[in-house]
């Protein structure tokens, strides 16, 4: 819902964050600005849709995300992808895209209808209807993803203009089961990469997408991190039999 005063002046937001929600999610959007940090962790790759938005693959297993752990934290040592980050806020715009709203998740475990009976929740308005500092941050936060996600749409466009993606096939042997394989993504064909023409490279270096171009290609060795995720999971699996 977008948060209003007069409609939402006592509600809240508990200061806790707690990863759950994504557990079942094995594909996180991603933004440009993250590739250089998140390929360190995570195989990018891109969604077989319009604007070809980059992923990052977080599990092998339908509905398994090997990053949260039983309690709800997210794995040590790992990059939260911002997607994640910002729940349960999100940022919606006017409909002549001149104002940017702060909307919620009323479904979230984070959000109280009312915060005065709440020992562990931050009111998101002060009295006379000013956003409080969590509200303002949140928006902060939102605003900066939305801007970002405007860029990573802009670089999903070229890579489509370009044919530089090909299908995503990922086979592989998981130690609790039979062969696997991983496919309905898109990643950059490297080969149709070296064949840019010299203009559209200098271009493309000018607006940083070749460098985006070689995070993508190199976060393709992250997909060792799902595997011996998986099996560091199976294992715990088979302890608890």
């Not at 990052?56 to 911002?82: C, K, Q, S």
């Not at 980050?85 to 209808?113: H, K």
């Not at 489509?160 to 042997?173: D, G, T, V």
Request: net charge negative; aromatic share 10%; charged share 20%.
């Amino acid at each position: 819902m977008v948060l209003r005063f007069e409609e939402h002046g006592e509600v809240g937001i508990t200061a806790t964050a707690n990863f759950g929600f994504a557990r079942e999610a094995v594909a996180i959007p991603l933004c440009v600005s993250e590739f250089a940090i998140a390929m360190r962790h995570y195989p990018i790759v891109f969604a077989m849709e319009e604007s070809a938005p980059p992923i990052a693959l977080v599990g092998v297993r339908r509905d398994d995300n090997l990053f949260v752990a039983h309690d709800g934290n997210w794995h040590p040592g790992a990059y939260v992808p911002a997607y994640v980050r910002r729940y349960p806020f999100i940022a919606t715009e006017s409909q002549d895209r001149t104002r940017q709203f702060l909307g919620v998740d009323r479904g979230s475990d984070r959000f109280v209808a009312h915060a005065a009976t709440h020992h562990d929740a931050e009111r998101l308005f002060h009295v006379d209807g000013e956003a409080s500092t969590t509200a303002q941050s949140a928006m902060a936060f939102c605003h900066a993803y939305h801007a970002d996600h405007a860029a990573t749409i802009a670089f999903g466009r070229a890579l489509i203009e370009a044919k530089l993606l090909s299908p995503y096939h990922a086979r592989f042997q998981l130690p609790d089961g039979p062969q696997h394989q991983i496919n309905g993504f898109q990643s950059i064909d490297e080969q149709a990469f070296r064949a840019l023409p010299a203009n559209a490279v200098a271009d493309w270096h000018a607006k940083g997408w070749l460098d985006l171009v070689t995070l993508q290609l190199a976060s393709q060795r992250s997909f060792q991190n799902l595997l011996d995720l998986n099996a560091q999971r199976a294992n715990e699996r088979k302890a608890l039999a």
